[in-house]
């Protein structure tokens, strides 16, 4: 029972205190930036997706096609979400409401990632209480740039700060979720991890190349390719630089 009030507050650690100092540095410094922090944004989600979640699904043995098939098969799915989302605005409004779909999207694929971070921790404190913490770590220190990059995103979708921190911090929760999940059943939540790894790619993927590089490409002059450029490549040097640091 002691290992499993260690799981769960590393698991609140890892989902809501990285939301929370996330959610500090975007408010704080990022804010009056909305409009460019979307290219950061992008390099984040990409970064997450191509240099953390593709390859530590691809780590555990696996038929290669039946992955790329799950991967396929959720840009397929989200595609779906976010047409029914679109339909529903546009019956209930008669045009696309103020708030886009993207922000609900965001907020599934962060649901995946923060199920798996907890699998993770529950996985660490199974084997030992210093690898616990170790990994309570790790998680919360590749949270917050992809939490910050999230924030960025639902501002610019329509959602307001205080509706934003209220729907991520209860995004954040899956974390516990996961973290019981995994004390209960590690094994057959390790099995679940795989795809939820693969499913939370495809999303994070789906939104950065459907709906904002698009918003991005609205913006032309040398100066806007200039910046998004640079902000993208910040936001994968990001995610690059945390996985260096942690592996």
């Not at 098969?73 to 029914?84: D, I, N, R, S």
């Not at 209860?170 to 991890?193: K, N, P, Q």
Request: with cysteine.
């Amino acid at each position: 029972m002691e290992t499993l009030v260690w799981i769960i507050g590393a698991s609140l650690a890892g989902g809501a205190v990285s939301l929370l100092l996330a959610a500090a540095v975007a408010y704080a410094l990022l804010l009056a930036w909305v409009p460019r922090m979307v290219s950061y944004s992008v390099g984040v989600l990409l970064g997450v997706a191509f240099l953390s979640l593709l390859p530590e699904a691809f780590e555990k043995p696996a038929d290669a096609e039946k992955l790329f098939g799950v991967v396929l098969a959720g840009l397929l799915a989200f595609f779906l979400l976010e047409k029914a989302a679109l339909w529903r605005h546009g019956h209930e409004r008669g045009d696309h409401g103020t708030r886009q779909p993207t922000g609900m999207l965001i907020l599934v694929g962060d649901a995946f990632h923060n199920f798996v971070d907890g699998v993770l921790i529950a996985a660490a404190f199974l084997t030992d209480l210093r690898l616990g913490v170790i990994t309570t770590l790790a998680v919360m220190a590749h949270e917050i740039p992809q939490e910050v990059g999230d924030f960025m995103v639902l501002l610019k979708a329509g959602y307001g700060r205080g509706q934003a921190l209220l729907l991520n911090l209860a995004v954040s929760l899956t974390s516990v979720a996961g973290g019981i999940v995994g004390y209960l059943m590690l094994e057959g939540a390790r099995a679940m991890v795989q795809y939820a790894l693969l499913l939370a790619a495809s999303c994070f993927i789906y939104i950065a190349v459907a709906d904002l590089i698009p918003d991005m490409h609205r913006q032309n002059s040398a100066g806007d390719i200039g910046w998004q450029l640079f902000l993208m490549t910040v936001g994968i040097a990001t995610i690059w630089a945390m996985e260096s640091l942690l592996h």
